[in-house]
């Protein structure tokens, strides 16, 4: 059990307020599109399919199969970055700078004809975050979607009812805060995308830049 203002805690947060946010920026400013969960695309998928409407079906396809690659390449360099020990950057630091960098393009993407790629990458960076950044202490959530956040916070309640255990009960506050997190990033994300459009992207870059450093501290107390 992580306590709620340990590291490992407000790591996740952080990544939270970036998922919240970039779930409610394609959505808002690139074509109604979902970046961060697919479920959503691979219904419209199946519904487009049924109406015979081939390059809606592809639209939405796109961003499902950034998706998929996105989470290849996490799981890759997870396997890959342990027969490396002198490579300079931890995982946590390669995310993390990935995210920044594609995140600082997406910016400059104008909106319209150009939102198919803007998409395809925040669908890139969010399989990449989903992907590296699924525990806070022993418990699994998911820093992109609430679904299965919010079934794991009403599971540790049943557990803390039948048990007494307040380890559950803290548990499932804390799911709960994530899930809060997440709901209100995502309503900055829409007054900001209505100020800044394409722009607003770039709030993001705040939460990931302060992440980078953490991780690049860690490496170096690792290395000393």
Known sequence: MTGLF??????????????????VYTFVTRGGIFANAQ??????????????????VLRFLIPVLSFVFGSL????????????????????????????????????????????TATVLVSFVCAIQVSSFRHFGNNA?????????????T??????????????????????????????????????TRLFYERAVWFTLLPLSILFIVFSIEKRRGQA
């Open 141 to 153: 959530f998911s820093s992109t979607m609430c679904t299965g956040n919010l079934r794991q916070a």
């Open 73 to 116: 390449i996490s799981i890759r360099l997870k396997v890959l970055l342990p027969r490396c020990p002198r490579f300079p950057l931890s995982y946590g630091q390669i995310i993390t700078i990935t995210e920044i960098l594609l995140i600082s393009i997406i910016g400059f993407i104008p909106l319209g004809v150009m939102d198919v």
């Open 39 to 56: 479920t959503g695309n691979i219904a419209r998928i199946g519904i487009f399919l049924a109406q015979g409407k081939p390059l809606l």
């Open 6 to 23: 340990e590291r490992d805690y407000l790591t996740s947060l952080g990544f939270v307020s970036v998922g919240g946010f970039l779930e």
């Open 155 to 192: 599971e540790e309640l049943s557990k803390y009812r039948e048990r007494g255990d307040k380890k559950h009960l803290h548990n499932a506050i804390g799911y709960f805060v994530i899930d809060i997190v997440f709901c209100l990033f995502s309503a900055v994300g829409v007054w900001i």
